[in-house]
């Protein structure tokens, strides 16, 4: 009987964050990795991103870091190309100005209840995700520019978990 009450302590919280998942949209998703040191909060795109389906922020939860996030849809295959920036210029960059501020760049996997994975990241007016993988997101920052300027000493998983929806 201990047993089953400590399981339920720590299934609890991920079976009501799930349920909460199907009733946020995702443009209003907040997910968090395991160890609450990071959040990636989805934000809608507004008319003035046309080439990109989803913004996000990623933060630190202590510090000052807060990185830009975009999604567009690959061409070729369905998928969610995600990129991850630290303080881009604004206005037309060049190629190498646009690669100096990258953090991270690849496929945002979103993960289903059964831990299926899926090609594309839900449209913005879509029941959110329950997880997001965003793969070698955690190393790629650690190695980035914005490590040693947010003197971050934590480094995100790549696994990402809805936490709520932003008002």
Not at 18 to 31: L, M, S
Not at 47 to 60: G, I, Q, W
Request: hydrophobic share 45%.
């Amino acid at each position: 009987m201990r047993n089953q009450a400590v399981l339920a302590t720590f299934l609890l919280p991920l079976l009501v964050a799930n349920t909460f998942a199907a009733e946020c949209r995702q443009e209003r998703a907040v997910y968090g990795d395991r160890d609450g040191a990071y959040e990636l909060a989805f934000e809608p795109v507004g008319s003035e991103a046309a080439a990109a389906t989803h913004r996000f922020k990623v933060r630190a939860v202590k510090g000052e870091l807060v990185l830009d996030g975009h999604i567009m849809m690959a061409d070729e295959v369905t998928r969610s190309i995600g990129m991850i920036m630290n303080a881009c210029p604004g206005g037309d960059v060049t190629g190498d100005e646009l690669a100096a501020c990258t953090v991270w760049q690849g496929v945002i996997y979103p993960i289903d209840k059964a831990g299926a994975l899926s090609e594309a990241v839900p449209a913005e007016n879509s029941d959110a995700a329950d997880r997001l993988l965003i793969a070698g997101f955690g190393p790629a920052l650690r190695f980035s520019r914005a490590w040693e300027e947010a003197k971050l000493n934590i480094a995100p998983w790549d696994e990402l978990t809805f936490k709520e929806c932003a008002q």
